[in-house]
């Protein structure tokens, strides 16, 4: 053990380890030369009155390919001849050709524009001579609908219209304007920014610079380790300017340990987009993370907006929000009332998507569209999951499985991080503490649980897997061809090249034997460190000029390689057990990465401002699309207090995702190592959760169609709302469309919350206390107060929702599947109120449901909405208990089998209902009923 202890401070000491994550690590804006020199740029635009924009469209070159419904067009670029005096005979006016297309996916505007260049000459004969332009293969759907759109040309523009959407090309200088229901939403390249750093010679590079640019770091790298790079095309960074008009807020491109809402970032660091392992990172920072998703959201009004930017290379994206900056010493003249932003990539093509839609809700569905929508998960996943860095052995396991059982805590799964594999060589066992894993399962899955252990994309060199990657060909590779070889968690290690379609089967067979036995189907897997994470890389990652599959630099693929790698796990477990429903945990991800996997906010630390920042973290993993996320419970690094710990549990319960999670030197924190009345409150916590999964189930249901967010922030129930605060409130959020409203303690000491009610008319909306998931006194103030206790989880129920529950307590999910359930139905100030359920067997892919839309009516009474053919008995209802309904309204009866016991003066309870006439008035409702299991 003392062997392991000095080798695991030898790697901590290589990826900087301490009480923050190590700044230096990472380049700021400043010293990434692709970021430095497009700032620089910008500047230099944005402080000439007379500058003239470079590029221009020729006119004659615009058509519209009515077959492969596409409209072509060409850009050039002009660099200007010097100025008489300056450097004569030196440089010469040059036209670069940029041809671009523009087409219409899923009613949505796409751009597309690459070098028209026959023969760009990498300093490296063994690099791919092309721009990379396979972005949008992995983050897309197999499966795009693609319109035709009109086309009118002009002598100065031409006009592009689709459905309610209209675009203007302007041809000098080169702009596009985007109209949303008559009305101008966006301007591309509005202030020029636009820069597309084309092929040149080294020698020649003084021929092929704009007045406005400097060469900084254009065929080389000058940061730390990062002077290895060979840069082999030198200078290829693409940036463009988005204006958005009346635009205030806006919110996405995680992933950051910042607010829901995007800052301002003049005088600032931009935001950055690089798949990193970051160490401690820290909160209120645009440092790049774990994962990456390119789109940015804006909603006012009646109109939403996204800005989908296809690019898998290092990105730094800034935000001008003027009219809220007020401090802002730009020199362009900028309307206070419109947002900028401002994006560069270090590499690729200029690919974008324009979404225009009514309302942030269309937003996701029309991404969803493109990229895919979360998977229907498998239903225990959604339960609570046990992790620490490390379980020691199989008696451990057994032990600590028992233990929840012993005091009453539910759980589905147990996780072993990579301390189970035999000196850290995933597809393997330890032989001496986990010599039996068949045997483990087995005991996990009687009582319904599952193990989820970790396999990372490096592997130790020289052993089986590792040997058969190198040998089949299938390994990432080094700037000369060579395979790749850098140090991680096994030592000196090899990377699997997920990019290679050659490494699916290997991966698949590699899978099959590791996964044991037919029967053990409870095994699921976790894909860490997939960034991917080089202990002694450069930014801790691999160096960027690393090469894939199709001799595609590691730069251009950099932040989707996360993705490929879960993607194919993910088909290894569809090829093992092709009825049932993967689970893949993944720390890196970018766009599309939702229709495989969940993913985590990564290492963070167990102090109160993470616990805080996780709530606008998850939240802005929902609005972009992954909603299938959540935090480690307790924070990562240290030792929670036992009341942060148990808010940190009242908190968790409404990540999608909830899994507590600790370091190796953290102390063992399991509930019952805390002791009362803290264990009590952590155990109420988590059978909250359960009582609730099928609000979830249907939540991710819903999300599985519809792509909408499942922790989802206010200014979805009130995007026309007057107040801004709507638009800035990320520590209170909706569940689903389900009414409940949630808003977790995140401060030491604090024994009350405020509710900020969101109005969506101008009576606003009633609500109801529903602390700790039980019905309570009616709200109609726009703000409310509620006692929060370490005892109490602070919840509302929004007026004019049914809330289906499953309330008993059991070991795991799948002991739930029989249990009734019970409905509260909260009514709206017209006496109604509507929810819906999702019944499935929670696991197989395609199988049969029932999809049931729940409606009560004050006037009508209670009626059920069945669709689908799932079991004919599966909706059991014990208890409905209905509140906001005066005692005038319910007459005197008795409800066969069952009884009716009012509450206060608005609540009403019915136990085991089969039908009850004359409940509210002269309906007769009935309900289906059997017997318990």
């Not at 290997?506 to 994470?533: G, R």
Request: net charge negative; aromatic share 12%; hydrophobic share 35%.
């Amino acid at each position: 053990m003392r062997l392991l202890k000095l080798q695991l401070v030898a790697l901590f000491l290589l990826i900087g380890l301490g009480s923050a994550v190590k700044e230096h690590l990472f380049k700021t804006c400043a010293q990434a030369g692709f970021c430095h020199r497009n700032r620089y740029y910008a500047e230099q635009v944005s402080n000439n009155q007379n500058f003239v924009s470079p590029y221009s469209v020729k006119q004659d070159s615009v058509y519209l390919d009515e077959i492969d419904k596409v409209i072509h067009g060409e850009i050039i670029k002009r660099i200007p001849e010097p100025r008489s005096g300056q450097g004569q005979g030196q440089r010469h006016g040059k036209l670069v050709s940029l041809p671009f297309e523009i087409s219409f996916v899923e009613d949505s505007f796409r751009f597309k524009m690459d070098e028209k260049i026959d023969s760009r000459q990498p300093q490296s004969e063994v690099v791919n001579s092309k721009r990379y332009n396979e972005t949008s293969k992995w983050a897309f759907t197999d499966s795009i609908n693609v319109g035709v759109p009109s086309l009118e040309l002009t002598k100065d523009s031409a006009v592009i219209g689709f459905a309610q959407q209209q675009v203007v090309l302007q041809f000098q200088p080169f702009k596009l304007s985007f109209y949303f229901n008559g009305e101008e939403q966006l301007v591309f390249n509005e202030q020029q920014f636009l820069n597309f750093e084309h092929w040149r010679l080294q020698d020649d590079n003084e021929n092929n610079l704009l007045p406005e640019e400097t060469a900084y770091d254009m065929f080389s790298d000058s940061f730390g380790d990062s002077r290895a790079d060979s840069l082999p095309f030198g200078p290829e960074s693409i940036a463009a300017d988005f204006t958005l008009k009346g635009f205030l807020n806006l919110y996405g491109i995680p992933e950051h340990a910042d607010s829901l809402l995007l800052k301002d970032t003049i005088n600032a660091e931009p935001y950055r987009l690089y798949n990193v392992d970051i160490f401690e990172y820290e909160v209120d920072s645009r440092l790049p993370m774990y994962g990456s998703i390119p789109l940015l959201f804006g909603v006012k009004k009646d109109v939403a907006l996204g800005i989908f930017w296809i690019n898998s290379a290092d990105s730094f994206i800034d935000i001008l929000r003027k009219g809220k900056n007020k401090e802002s010493t730009s020199s362009s003249s900028f309307d206070s009332t419109n947002s900028s932003v401002h994006w560069m990539s270090e590499n690729g093509v200029l690919d974008f998507i324009i979404i225009m839609e009514s309302k942030a809700a269309d937003l996701n569905r029309v991404y969803g569209k493109i990229t895919g929508n979360v998977q229907l998960p498998l239903l225990p996943s959604l339960g609570y999951h046990q992790c620490r860095w490390n379980y020691n052995d199989i008696k451990d396991v057994l032990d600590v499985s028992a233990k929840f059982d012993e005091f009453g805590i539910p759980y589905d799964s147990i996780w072993l991080d990579i301390e189970y594999a035999d000196k850290k060589q995933y597809f393997t066992w330890d032989p001496e503490n986990f010599d039996q894993p068949g045997k483990m399962l087995e005991t996990l899955d009687r009582t319904g649980r599952n193990l989820v252990v970790i396999i990372d994309p490096h592997l130790k060199k020289g052993y089986e897997i590792s040997d058969e990657v190198i040998r089949k060909n299938i390994a990432m590779k080094d700037s000369k061809d060579s395979v790749f070889s850098g140090h991680c968690w096994p030592g000196e290690s090899v990377w699997i090249d997920t990019l290679n379609p050659e490494s699916q089967p290997f991966w698949n067979q590699a899978h099959e034997k590791f996964m044991l036995s037919s029967k053990h189907k409870n095994l699921h897997l976790w894909n860490d460190m997939n960034e991917p994470s080089v202990f002694d890389g450069p930014e801790t990652s691999a160096p960027k000029d690393n090469l894939h599959y199709g001799q595609w630099e590691h730069r251009s693929i950099h932040n989707l390689f996360g993705l490929t790698y879960h993607e194919a796990t993910h088909k290894a477990l569809l090829n093992r057990f092709p009825a049932q429903r993967p689970f893949i945990l993944t720390r890196s991800y970018f766009a599309g990465s939702q229709r495989t996997a969940a993913m985590w906010t990564g290492d963070n630390m167990s102090k109160w401002e993470y616990l805080k920042a996780s709530i606008p973290m998850v939240l802005t993993s929902n609005v972009v699309g992954m909603p299938f996320a959540g935090a480690d419970v307790g924070g990562f690094f240290g030792n929670p207090s036992p009341e942060l710990l148990t808010r940190w549990y009242q908190t968790g319960i409404w990540y999608p995702f909830f899994r507590a999670h600790a370091h190796i030197d953290s102390r063992r924190r399991e509930p019952w190592l805390i002791g009362d009345p803290y264990t009590v409150y952590i155990r109420d916590a988590i059978r909250l959760r359960y009582a609730l999964l099928p609000v979830w189930y249907t939540s991710f249901y819903q999300a599985s169609l519809s792509g909408s967010p499942i922790m989802k922030p206010l200014f979805y129930e009130a995007q026309n709302s007057s107040d801004e605060l709507i638009f800035e409130i990320d520590d209170e959020f909706f569940i689903g469309d389900s009414g409940i409203l949630v808003k977790p303690v995140t401060t030491e000491g604090q024994t009350q919350v405020e509710f900020y009610i969101p109005k969506d008319g101008e009576d606003g909306s009633i609500y109801y206390d529903f602390t700790n998931g039980k019905i309570g006194e009616k709200i109609t103030e726009s703000t409310v107060t509620v006692a929060a206790g370490l005892d109490r989880i602070p919840m509302l129920l929004k007026g004019g929702s049914i809330v289906p529950m499953k309330s008993r307590y059991r070991r795991s999910t799948k002991l739930m599947k029989h249990d009734p359930y019970t409905l509260v139905i909260a009514l709206d100030a017209d006496g109604k109120a509507k929810g819906n359920l999702y019944i499935d067997d929670g696991e197989t892919i395609g199988g049969s449901y029932k999809y049931i839309t729940i409606k009560a009516d004050i006037n009508s009474g209670i009626s059920l909405e069945i669709e689908g053919d799932y079991e004919k008995d599966a909706i059991n209802i014990e208890t409905i208990i209905i509140a906001g309904v005066p005692k005038e309204h319910i007459k005197d009866t008795t409800v066969s089998s069952g009884k009716i016991q009012h509450s206060g003066s608005s609540h009403l309870t019915i136990v085991h209902p089969t039908k009850f006439p004359l409940l509210f008035g002269d309906a007769d409702t009935k309900i289906p009923h059997h017997d318990e299991l």
